[in-house]
């Protein structure tokens, strides 16, 4: 399909027109964001499951269309019915955290399928560990630099102390 730069007729959201002189696509290309007060059509969920996106939907608060993979790694792991059942089961205060818990769980399975967060945590565990293990060497060097100092004070005092009291 040729795209004229100069043409101004409106095309579909899935189509975006890029010129070939410039590498990044320049903002008059891409589609504006829906307005705030309306309803902005489909969210991602039920763009995904190509079905009919009301204003009732469950999904919609969570899955906006302009986050389509937020929708998309959870589907994969923990399968739209299930992310569905989850949401209708909690309390309305709830449901956020809900599905930002299950969209970092799937993030993480995509990224290590066999630990998932467990693997993050595990990592992230061994990291304070070491960092815990360092600080302790740290503070034991620090401590043994500051009794050396003492001492090399009260030495240099003693005998100045000395030096001082053979010329009285």
Same mark, same amino acid.
């Given at each position: 399909?040729?795209?004229?730069?100069?043409?101004?007729?409106?095309?579909?959201?899935?189509?975006?027109?890029? *010129? =070939?002189?410039s590498?990044?696509?320049?903002?008059? @290309?891409?589609? %504006?964001?829906?307005?705030? /007060?309306?309803?902005?059509? &489909?969210?991602?969920?039920?763009?995904?499951?190509?079905?009919?996106?009301?204003?009732?939907?469950?999904?919609?608060?969570?899955?906006?269309?302009?986050? *389509? =993979?937020?929708?998309?790694?959870?589907?994969?792991? @923990?399968g739209? %019915?299930?992310?569905?059942? /989850?949401?209708?089961?909690? &309390?309305?205060?709830?449901?956020?955290?809900?599905?930002?818990?299950?969209?970092?769980?799937?993030?993480?399975?995509?990224?290590?399928p066999?630990?998932?967060?467990?693997?993050t945590?595990?990592?992230?565990?061994?990291?304070?560990?070491?960092?815990?293990a360092?600080?302790?060497?740290?503070?034991?060097?620090?401590?043994?630099?500051?009794?050396?100092?003492?001492?090399?004070?009260?030495?240099?005092?003693?005998?100045?102390?000395?030096?001082?009291?053979?010329?009285?």
């Amino acid at each position: 399909m040729e795209c004229d730069d100069n043409d101004k007729t409106p095309r579909p959201l899935s189509v975006f027109c890029i *010129p =070939f002189s410039s590498s990044f696509p320049s903002s008059r @290309f891409l589609p %504006s964001p829906p307005s705030i /007060t309306g309803f902005q059509g &489909p969210c991602a969920a039920c763009r995904f499951l190509r079905r009919r996106c009301n204003e009732g939907c469950i999904l919609a608060p969570y899955f906006p269309p302009n986050e *389509p =993979f937020r929708f998309i790694n959870a589907h994969k792991v @923990f399968g739209a %019915s299930n992310i569905v059942k /989850t949401l209708q089961e909690l &309390p309305q205060s709830n449901r956020a955290d809900a599905v930002s818990s299950m969209v970092y769980e799937a993030n993480a399975r995509i990224r290590d399928p066999v630990y998932g967060c467990a693997g993050t945590i595990s990592q992230l565990q061994k990291q304070l560990n070491d960092l815990k293990a360092e600080l302790a060497m740290a503070q034991a060097e620090l401590s043994i630099m500051q009794c050396q100092q003492l001492q090399q004070n009260a030495n240099a005092s003693f005998f100045l102390d000395r030096f001082n009291l053979d010329y009285c």
